[in-house]
């Protein structure tokens, strides 16, 4: 899920699967999340292209001005969103990828 707006409070509170990524416009996104079940991440260049892909499909159907200021300053844009990944997702993630690794070596 992508998050181009404000955020209240406790965000991620019982957050199990998936990943999110949250435009955090004034730093402090973090104050904001229950840090409980999840690590904040910087985005890295894999996450960089599907986060672009998702705001470019919001913008091609809704017109949306954030979206577009976003594309349209995307190196400076992409520096401002923060991953949410939730620890049990992660460590599944990573047992999948042991065990595809296992099966293929």
């Not at 955020?7 to 416009?25: E, I, K, P, Q, Y």
């Not at 200021?69 to 042991?98: N, T």
């Amino acid at each position: 899920v992508v998050i181009l707006g404000k955020t209240g409070r406790n965000f991620a509170a019982g957050m199990s699967g998936g990943a999110a990524f949250v435009l955090d416009t004034d730093g402090d996104f973090r104050s904001r999340c229950n840090l409980e079940m999840v690590d904040l991440e910087p985005v890295v260049d894999a996450d960089a292209d599907a986060l672009h892909e998702l705001i470019r499909r919001h913008y091609d159907y809704t017109q949306s001005a954030v979206a577009w200021r976003l594309l349209a300053g995307w190196k400076d844009s992409v520096r401002r969103f923060v991953k949410v990944m939730p620890l049990d997702y992660r460590r599944v993630l990573q047992e999948q990828a042991a065990q595809a690794a296992a099966q293929g070596a």
